[in-house]
């Protein structure tokens, strides 16, 4: 062989490189040289490999490190939320097993400097890591922190000095104390003590403590009563076991899906669990029941789906473990799992996950919180994942034309005809926060009243997304802040304006919706009362009645009131269609607009005499869960009924 002059330069820089890292890291230089076997060989462990890789930089790139106050030194400074995140030492794991994997001791440094201000601002003498520095003292978080630094050290604590390795295991132990003496099925919400179940066997393995297995195996036993006989785990909202005036049970498909489920189903790999086991892999199938085609999660009626974005949650891990790991019982969960990481990768700019897909175009900063915490789901993935040299791309629930599926434990049902992908919602859970409460207390929700949720075309993409009935700060350091720039709920609606108060149909849990075949479609039907947020009717009250009718090539809404006066003004039936600020609109007539996006044109009409209101220039942008969208407006007068009907338009 010919060592060219480029060949060898690169040896020496290579070599050189190497005697640094030996110097500096003598664990990281050994460790790496056995983590050949870890380097990504199949397109699928590329793509989580790659996505880890690109936020572990972008973590690193907000580290704060010239400033050595202690306050600030080695925490993550947010971009959106200007400030530093009291959770982002769960960092620790994925910057460990890039470190590993890479070699590169950046990511070491990075992992020791923030687990150094986590100890310095967010660590407690009781064993506890709490919420936030100054703006939360919930201490349930613990669990998470326990789990990324046992894992870290389970797989990677040989990129460590002993003295490190040996300060952080004796973190956990303290951590697990504290866990021990906190935890019961009461404590917060249920995804508290689902995923301390797997802290409990990690910290077992890891302190060779025989009892905290034992006490994850028997939270894990109370933690079983907590499935819906369909599948759905529930305690979302409290009190846990309640149950609703129309029979419904507190439930959050983000939290299940991103926390609770992957968290439960490694718990049972460990543990040897089979019955569990079993119930993660029936809870997973239900729950993929709510995946759309582009990989999104329909948490359109989540109880707390204030954290919604269209790829997940905003501070829980990532769906990715629970699939991957248990696709061996189903192959189209290793499909739902690929899909979800392919859109978190489209939704990723500046090495750092935005809060959905309209965040960057919008203009508004991401939160480092996403990428820190769903960083953790990659993390595990590829420690304790497999992956086959090519994977049969599965088709799932959501692909399939079915027709309607009810799901009464949450009021929901999802439609699927021809294109289109529908959910319609009359859910009565009302989401009220104990432990984090921020500004929020007005009413703000999730959508019900039969409110159409979500309208997915297959070629195009979502048309329709339930935001919040009324966006607020719930979680006050969990949530991002509203910029100046217009805004507004994004769900279809009729709404009344009177004395600065908007009385909708999106907030009536009265309300009484049916669905049934009609003439080869699928027709709902919602009939209510219009409310405010809080659930304040009208004085005398003013009736609504709504109509959804899903088919094969157009879908067509109706709206009417009856209980207003002639002289009402104020009422309008609202569309607001999702359109990025680069999608062309054009309005042939009044009464027909057309969106021009990248996978096709969206053509939306009114049978209203005077047509759409006039359109404004600039986007609305809602938060949850990420999009801009043109308003679409039609005046109306009570005791009318107003049409409008969308479609794809056909190539002439």
């Known amino acids: 062989m010919t060592v060219t002059r480029r060949t060898?330069?690169?040896?020496?820089?290579?070599?050189?490189?190497?005697?640094?890292?030996?110097?500096?890291?003598?664990?990281?230089?050994?460790?790496?040289?056995?983590?050949?076997?870890?380097?990504?060989?199949?397109?699928?462990?590329?793509?989580?490999?790659?996505?880890?890789?690109?936020?572990?930089?972008?973590i690193i790139a907000r580290q704060i490190t010239e400033l050595r106050d202690p306050a600030f030194y080695g925490g993550l400074l947010c971009p959106s939320c200007a400030l530093i995140h009291g959770r982002c030492g769960d960092a620790v794991y994925p910057l460990l097993k890039m470190a590993h994997t890479s070699g590169d001791s950046k990511y070491v440094r990075a992992a020791k400097l923030v687990h150094e201000w986590s100890q310095a601002q967010v660590s407690r003498a009781d064993g506890s890591w709490v919420n936030d520095v100054s703006l939360s003292s919930w201490q349930g978080i613990t669990v998470f922190h326990t789990i990324a630094l046992a894992e870290a050290l389970k797989h990677h604590g040989e990129v460590l000095?002993?003295?490190?390795?040996?300060?952080?295991?004796?973190?956990?132990?303290?951590?697990?104390?504290?866990?021990?003496?906190?935890?019961?099925?009461?404590?917060?919400?249920?995804?508290?003590?689902?995923?301390?179940?797997?802290?409990?066997?990690?910290?077992?393995?890891?302190?060779?403590?025989?009892?905290?297995?034992?006490?994850?195996?028997?939270?894990?036993?109370?933690?079983?009563?907590?499935?819906?006989?369909?599948?759905?785990?529930?305690?979302?909202?409290?009190?846990?076991?309640?149950?609703?005036?129309?029979?419904?049970?507190?439930i959050d498909l983000g939290y299940n899906i991103e926390e609770s489920l992957p968290s439960l189903a490694l718990y049972s790999l460990l543990a040897n669990d089979k019955p569990v086991e079993q119930q993660v892999v029936a809870a997973l199938k239900t729950h993929m029941e709510f995946q759309l085609p582009d990989g999104a999660w329909d948490n359109s009626w989540g109880t707390r789906n204030y954290k919604w974005t269209w790829w997940g949650s905003r501070t829980s891990d990532g769906c990715h473990p629970g699939f991957v790991l248990m696709a061996h019982h189903d192959p189209r969960f290793r499909e739902a799992a690929r899909r979800n990481a392919e859109l978190m990768q489209a939704s990723t700019h500046d090495g750092l996950l935005y809060g959905g897909p309209h965040?960057?175009?919008?203009?508004?900063?991401?939160?480092?919180?996403?990428?820190?915490?769903?960083?953790?789901?990659?993390?595990?993935?590829?420690?304790?994942?497999?992956?086959?040299?090519?994977?049969?791309?599965?088709?799932?629930?959501?692909?399939?034309?079915?027709?309607?599926?009810?799901?009464?434990?949450?009021?929901?049902?999802?439609?699927?005809?021809?294109?289109?992908?529908?959910?319609?919602?009359?859910?009565?859970?009302?989401?009220?926060?104990?432990?984090?409460?921020?500004?929020?207390?007005?009413?703000?929700?999730?959508?019900?009243?039969?409110a159409l949720s979500q309208l997915f075309h297959a070629e195009i993409g979502p048309v329709f997304v339930a935001s919040m009935t009324q966006y607020e700060l719930i979680e006050i350091s969990n949530q991002q802040q509203y910029r100046d720039s217009p805004h507004m709920p994004l769900t279809p609606r009729i709404e009344y304006t009177e004395a600065g108060k908007a009385y909708t149909n999106l907030n009536d849990y009265k309300a009484v919706l049916t669905a049934q075949p009609y003439a080869g479609s699928i027709l709902f039907d919602a009939q209510g009362v219009l409310q405010t947020p809080s659930h304040a009717p009208l004085p005398g009250g003013a009736k609504y009645h709504v109509t959804h009718r899903i088919a094969d090539p157009a879908v067509e809404l109706t709206a009417s009131t009856t209980g207003l006066p002639t002289s009402a003004k104020t009422l309008r039936f609202i569309v607001p269609v999702i359109a990025s600020s680069t999608d062309r609109v054009e309005q042939s007539n009044a009464q027909t607009v057309h969106i021009i996006r990248p996978k096709g044109t969206l053509v939306i009409s009114t049978d209203a005499q005077q047509g759409f209101a006039p359109i404004p220039a600039q986007r609305t942008f809602n938060l949850v869960p990420g999009f801009e969208a043109v308003p679409l407006t039609v005046a109306m007068q009570p005791g009318e009924q107003v049409r409008v009907r969308i479609e794809k338009a056909t190539k002439v």
């Open 8 to 58: 060898l330069l690169q040896m020496t820089t290579a070599g050189a490189a190497l005697f640094g890292v030996r110097a500096a890291f003598p664990e990281l230089a050994k460790a790496a040289q056995s983590a050949d076997s870890s380097t990504p060989q199949t397109a699928e462990q590329k793509l989580y490999a790659g996505l880890l890789k690109t936020w572990c930089d972008g």
């Open 161 to 250: 000095d002993k003295p490190t390795r040996a300060a952080w295991t004796d973190r956990v132990a303290a951590a697990a104390k504290f866990l021990d003496s906190f935890i019961s099925i009461e404590t917060g919400n249920v995804n508290y003590p689902v995923t301390s179940t797997l802290a409990f066997v990690l910290c077992g393995q890891l302190l060779g403590e025989d009892r905290y297995i034992e006490r994850g195996r028997k939270l894990a036993q109370r933690v079983m009563e907590q499935f819906t006989p369909d599948g759905f785990l529930f305690g979302e909202g409290h009190p846990l076991d309640g149950i609703s005036p129309k029979g419904c049970r507190p």
């Open 359 to 450: 965040y960057y175009e919008h203009g508004d900063l991401p939160c480092v919180h996403h990428s820190f915490t769903h960083a953790k789901a990659l993390a595990t993935v590829l420690d304790r994942g497999s992956f086959p040299e090519n994977p049969e791309r599965s088709q799932l629930p959501r692909d399939i034309a079915y027709g309607v599926k009810s799901f009464p434990v949450i009021g929901t049902r999802l439609a699927a005809a021809g294109p289109w992908r529908a959910t319609v919602t009359e859910y009565d859970w009302e989401y009220i926060e104990h432990v984090q409460a921020g500004a929020g207390g007005s009413g703000g929700g999730h959508v019900t009243g039969g």
